[in-house]
């Protein structure tokens, strides 16, 4: 992987926005989907026992092949989705909360893997190219709960397609 820097500057605000670039993944390898979950503090909803969310998701990403865990030193949800989307080397990266009823996957990802759209909402879940979502969040400010809204926002003013599941 290798890191793309840029200053940018808007009105008062300078920042600089560090984008990893993922190594490309050859088609056949691909996942078709990366779903990411954020934690913070939710180890009984995890496993139903006492130990960290780091200990408990350390284990499920050991146990489970399909698993991976992204560990970031500040908290904030939008920073989570960021990380894990920027890195992520499937064709669609989608969020969900740990109460993701999983038979509503398929007709919340279908528009987007069609090709119907760029984006997908249904409820709290949200589905979306995973080259769309590194366009859109280099432009995003918020890290925090507000940082998929100000994504929609943006894809709206971009002129994507965005489909209400």
């Known amino acids: 992987m290798s890191i793309n820097t840029r200053p940018t ?23 078709a989907l990366d779903i990411v979950v954020p934690v913070h503090n939710q180890e009984q909803e995890l496993a139903r ?8 998701a350390t284990a499920l990403s050991a146990e489970l092949a399909g698993v991976r865990l992204i560990h970031l030193n500040q ?57 769309v979502a590194r366009k859109l969040i280099p432009t995003v400010l918020s890290r925090s709960r507000l940082f998929e809204t100000e994504l929609l926002l943006r894809a709206r003013r971009a002129g994507m397609r965005i489909h209400a599941a």
């Open 75 to 131: 908290e904030a949800h939008g920073r989570a989705l960021a990380a894990a989307w920027m890195t992520s080397d499937a064709r669609v990266v989608a969020s969900a909360g740990l109460d993701i009823d999983v038979s509503n996957v398929p007709q919340l990802i279908a528009p987007v893997i069609s090709g119907h759209s760029e984006i997908s909402i249904a409820g709290r879940s949200k589905a979306l190219r995973a080259d």
């Open 9 to 31: 500057q808007t009105e008062d605000v300078h920042f600089r926005v560090i984008a990893p670039r993922p190594t490309p993944v050859p088609t056949l390898h691909r996942p």
């Open 49 to 56: 026992a006492v130990h960290s969310t780091r200990e408990v």
